[in-house]
């Protein structure tokens, strides 16, 4: 099993930068490729971002060249999503995704990210 913890969204204004965090623990060792999707309301949930264990990252049409994914170097277990030059079209719940060599999928609970025109 592993437990994803979220944290860093809040209010921002157009224009402005985020740095979400996602924590993981349990076992770690089975993760191969850590992420970051959004939901905004009424839409389906889309991805964001994604950094393998190679380091290898795959970005959204959308956030290209405004947002960056890494992992910590010192702790394989945390990931960030840093997020400049805000739209409000970004607004939406940010959810940590988090895939296994064993086919399984983990969430985290989500954080709220609202930027305002």
């Known amino acids: 099993q592993v437990q994803l913890v979220e944290s860093g969204g809040g209010l921002v204004q157009s224009g402005g930068s985020l740095r979400l965090s996602c924590a993981a623990s349990?076992?770690?060792?089975?993760?191969?490729?850590m992420g970051w999707y959004r939901q905004a309301p009424g839409r389906q949930r889309e991805l964001v971002a994604t950094?393998?264990?190679?380091?290898?990252?795959?970005y959204a049409d959308s956030v290209r060249g405004r947002f960056t994914i890494y992992r910590d170097n010192a702790k394989n277990t945390v990931v960030y999503l840093q997020m400049n030059s805000l739209k409000p079209e970004d607004t939406a719940v940010y959810y940590c995704?988090?895939?296994?060599?064993?086919?399984?999928?983990?969430w985290g609970q989500g954080t709220q990210v609202t930027v305002s025109s």
């Open positions: 995704n988090a895939k296994s060599i064993w086919n399984s999928e983990y």
């Open positions: 349990g076992t770690i060792s089975s993760i191969y490729v």
């Open positions: 950094v393998t264990s190679g380091g290898n990252t795959n």
